[in-house]
């Protein structure tokens, strides 16, 4: 596996700086769209640790946010920094990534014709949707586990097992608050209309279990008609850490 130096100088291939400053009043009314959007709904339905993340981090309305002021918020509580991207890494490098708490994040924003759906992940995706969750030192240590597992999937069947823990946790989990499901999965959290689904009648909540997890199937073009809720994040580095143990043997 690789160590947390040779991601920062070899694997971060798509590396480049945000230049925070060249961002358009156009670019910053997108974002000032979408968190106005998201938020006047997620106050009631988000889980109270992506809310509070999202403070934490200095997430505001009023313009993108600057990565360099995000991680100097991030990096001392959690050892995490978001790691501005030029496009998709490949999964060796995303993973070791993981491993080394960066987060590689995309830069570009959607364009306002495009502000109801993008078919890639742009920064409100993967800022507003997934970096709040990384100022939770339980979510961070997951994250941090399950980049270190998914590196070592050799086989089909290893892939596609961290490729349904990766979906139904990071990307679609909703947790247990006060008895009801709250989203944190960032295509839950950057998403109304999912999010809606995920929250709906039509949509199978099970109580969320590896065994459960790894057995379910999905689709990345249509709403998700089963999800699994946790208890609690603990519950997710105990899943992955189940998992290392079932590669090794």
Same mark, same amino acid.
């Given at each position: ?18 230049n925070w400053e060249r961002y358009t009043s156009a670019d910053h009314e997108v974002w /000032?769209?979408?968190?106005?959007? #998201? ?8 889980? $109270?640790? @992506? ?75 993967d800022v507003f949707g997934h970096v709040p969750l990384h100022s939770d030192p339980p ?8 980049? /270190?597992?998914?590196?070592?999937? #050799? ?8 490729? $349904?823990? @990766? ?30 689904n995920a929250l709906g009648p039509t949509c199978n909540r099970r109580p969320f279990t ?40």
């Amino acid at each position: 596996m690789l160590t947390a130096d040779e991601v920062e100088t070899k694997t971060i291939s798509q590396a480049v700086q945000q230049n925070w400053e060249r961002y358009t009043s156009a670019d910053h009314e997108v974002w /000032q769209i979408l968190y106005a959007r #998201r938020m006047e709904q997620l106050e009631s339905t988000a889980s $109270r640790i @992506f809310l509070d993340g999202a403070k934490l981090i200095g997430l505001e309305q009023n313009e993108i946010p600057n990565l360099d002021e995000v991680n100097r918020r991030l990096g001392p509580r959690t050892g995490w920094n978001a790691v501005p991207v030029g496009g998709f890494l490949p999964a060796k490098e995303f993973f070791a990534s993981l491993s080394a708490r960066r987060f590689p994040t995309t830069v570009t924003i959607r364009s306002r014709e495009s502000i109801d759906y993008v078919p890639e992940p742009d920064i409100f995706h993967d800022v507003f949707g997934h970096v709040p969750l990384h100022s939770d030192p339980p979510f961070a240590d997951f994250l941090q586990k399950f980049g /270190q597992t998914a590196a070592m999937a #050799r086989t089909p069947e290893e892939v596609e097992m961290m490729a $349904r823990l @990766f979906w139904f946790t990071i990307e679609f989990g909703l947790i247990d608050e006060n008895s009801k499901p709250k989203i944190y999965g960032s295509g839950l959290i950057s998403s109304s209309g999912d999010a809606a689904n995920a929250l709906g009648p039509t949509c199978n909540r099970r109580p969320f279990t590896l065994d459960g997890v790894i057995s379910q199937s999905f689709r990345i073009d249509q709403l998700q008609d089963t999800l699994f809720v946790v208890d609690a994040f603990d519950q997710l580095y105990e899943a992955v850490d189940a998992i290392t143990e079932r590669m090794a043997s």
